[in-house]
Each structure stands twice: as structure tokens, then as C-alpha cells.
């Protein structure tokens, strides 16, 4: 299995509150990703990295704020958590491969219960 | 941008059967297409990939896929279900080398096995 841990693994707050869902990789993977799976819509991406201090906004990126001061860790931030943000947050890691391609490697994900 | 639909939220299917999960897709180019699949309280597997050439691809636990073109579609296949192939399956679409930006999932499809 790809070195892939988040922390903490489950976590309820209250609404209004910050949080931050931190996600650690030891494969040294230049890209990291966090989606969200909540019922009935799959896996959706909020938001990417493609290096150090490099992100992008995905599908459903509102209410969220990523950062990435080192390779390994890539941390997603609730800034003033609601209700709606309650689900199962996964975060994800590539790299290409001698043919130029990309695979993605997930961790377990966390659960974040928003009261 | 691109999008999957996995027609069927749950199939059930005895245990020793043929599986025939549907995926259809859309998007303007070339697609990188992925199947994953998610046991329950776990993170998700890939299962297999589709980048280019043959458009039979054979992935692990005795799964394979066939690309599709003109049908825009890449239908995971097994030719005997297990009890332990119970789980929840997504298929996925990547675009930029094969995903690098993240890829867009299906709602996914719940496979229930029956004795």
C-alpha cells in the first residue's frame, strides 16, 4: 500500500468552527489531492497540489483552503465549519511513471461530523 | 469539462455468477479511464486502468475492462463473483495525463452478492 496517513482519522465539531484535516505521504509524490464522497455523488474533488506551494481549486472547492509547506504533507482547512461540509474526506497522491502517466494512490480518509 | 455515469446505483448478483458493471463517460479527447472500488469504512483500490492501445485491460482480483470508443463506455467485467467482491465500485475519468488535475468519479455502483 502507497505511504499514504490522514489525521485525525474521525473528528466532530461544531458548526462555525476551524478545522484542519491533515493528509501524509511518504512516497515523495509530486501531487496530492483531498475529495470529498458524501451519498448519491461519488467522489468529488475540492482541491489539488502539483508541488510545493502550488494548488488549484477543484469541482467544490468553497469553504475550503489547502496548503502544502512541504512535499509530504498536505493539509485542507475548514475555515468556519458547516453542516453541509459533514462527509468522508479522502486524500489522494500521484506521480508519473516512466511512460508519462498517472495513477492515483488514497488513503483511509477521515470522517468529519459537522453538529 | 468531463463527466461518468454509472447507471446502476446496486446490482445484486449470486455468488459464482458473471458481473457486468456499466460506465459510461464523456469527455472530448482521449480519455484515462480508472476503476476503483471501495470495501465498507475503507479507502479505494484501483482495480484498473485504461491509458491507450489495447482496449481490453486485466486488472487484479480477476477483473477486466473493455474501452469502448464508439459507445463511450468501459465496463467492468468478472466471470465469477466472490462473497468478498461485495463492495462499492466507482469508475473514474482523468484528463490531463491521465489525471494529474484530479479526476471526475461516477456516483458508483453498490454490488451486493447473494449465497
Known amino acids: 500500500d502507497a505511504g499514504i496517513t490522514q489525521s485525525p482519522r474521525h473528528k466532530v465539531t461544531e458548526t462555525g468552527t476551524p478545522v484542519t484535516l491533515r493528509c501524509h505521504q511518504t512516497?515523495?509524490?509530486?501531487?496530492m489531492y483531498w475529495y470529498r464522497q458524501d451519498p448519491g455523488h461519488g467522489l468529488r474533488l475540492i482541491h489539488y497540489?502539483?508541488?510545493?506551494?502550488?494548488?488549484d481549486k477543484g469541482e467544490v472547492s468553497d469553504g475550503y483552503s489547502v496548503s502544502r509547506s512541504k512535499t509530504e504533507d498536505f493539509l485542507l482547512t475548514l475555515e468556519s465549519a458547516t453542516s453541509s461540509q459533514t462527509s468522508v474526506y479522502f486524500c489522494?497522491?500521484?506521480?508519473?511513471?516512466?511512460?508519462?502517466?498517472?495513477?492515483?494512490?488514497f488513503g483511509p480518509g477521515t470522517r468529519l461530523t459537522v453538529t | 469539462a468531463q463527466s461518468v455515469t454509472q447507471p446502476d446505483i446496486h446490482i445484486t448478483v449470486s455468488e459464482g455468477a458473471s458481473l457486468e458493471l456499466r460506465c459510461n463517460y464523456s469527455y472530448g479527447a482521449t480519455p484515462y479511464l480508472f476503476w476503483y472500488v471501495q470495501s465498507p469504512g475503507q479507502g479505494l483500490q484501483l482495480l484498473l486502468k485504461y491509458f491507450s492501445g489495447d482496449t481490453l485491460v486485466q486488472g487484479i482480483k480477476g477483473f477486466e475492462a473493455e474501452f469502448k470508443r464508439s459507445q463511450s463506455s468501459f465496463n467492468l467485467r468478472k466471470p465469477s463473483v466472490h462473497w468478498s467482491d461485495a463492495a462499492e465500485y466507482f469508475c473514474?475519468?482523468?484528463?490531463f495525463g491521465g489525471g494529474a488535475d484530479g479526476l471526475t468519479f461516477g456516483k458508483g455502483t453498490h454490488l451486493i452478492i447473494q449465497p
Open positions: 473514474a475519468v482523468g484528463a
Open positions: 497540489s502539483y508541488g510545493v506551494k502550488d494548488t
Open positions: 512516497e515523495n509524490h509530486r501531487y
Open positions: 489522494a497522491i500521484s506521480d508519473s511513471d516512466s511512460s508519462g502517466q498517472y495513477e492515483q494512490y
